[in-house]
Nanobody
Framework: QVQLVESGGGLVLPGGSLRLSCAAS????????MGWFRQAPGKEREFVTG????????YYADSVKGRFTISRDNAKNTVSLQMNSLKPEDTAVYYC??????????????????WGQGTQVTVSS
């Protein structure tokens, strides 16, 4: 059974930084793409970033390019999201997600099938 547990959310000032982590278990972590989605109140869920199984392909939404960085540590079965220069519009619940099938080459939103419970990120002064 695939389990994803996010951590690292919280309250941060505009312009600040935050690092989210997601611990995965239940299968061979290194074979599957990982990603982060977010959902703000009253808005659709947004695909923020993703990384394929071996790190050779990544995706970033235009809204976060140059500010957010996704990385994975296959030895620790974790994926992280470094968020810099945070803006109030980054406020949302952030969800970790993983692919249903192994060895996907190109990351896109439709490949994600399993989800964590989410962690709240609030950017406010």
């Amino acid at each position: 059974q695939v389990q994803l547990v996010e951590s690292g959310g919280g309250l941060v000032l505009p312009g600040g930084s935050l690092r989210l982590s997601c611990a995965a278990s239940g299968r061979t972590f290194s074979s599957y793409a990982m990603g982060w989605f977010r959902q703000a109140p009253g808005k659709e869920r947004e695909f923020v970033t993703g990384i394929n199984w071996n790190g050779s392909n990544t995706y970033y939404a235009d809204s976060v390019k140059g500010r957010f960085t996704i990385s994975r540590d296959n030895a620790k079965n974790t994926v992280s999201l470094q968020m810099n220069s945070l803006k109030p519009e980054d406020t949302a619940v952030y969800y970790c997600a993983t692919d249903r099938f192994p060895h996907t080459v190109v990351v896109r939103s439709a490949i994600f099938h399993y989800w964590g419970q989410g962690t709240q990120v609030t950017v406010s002064s």
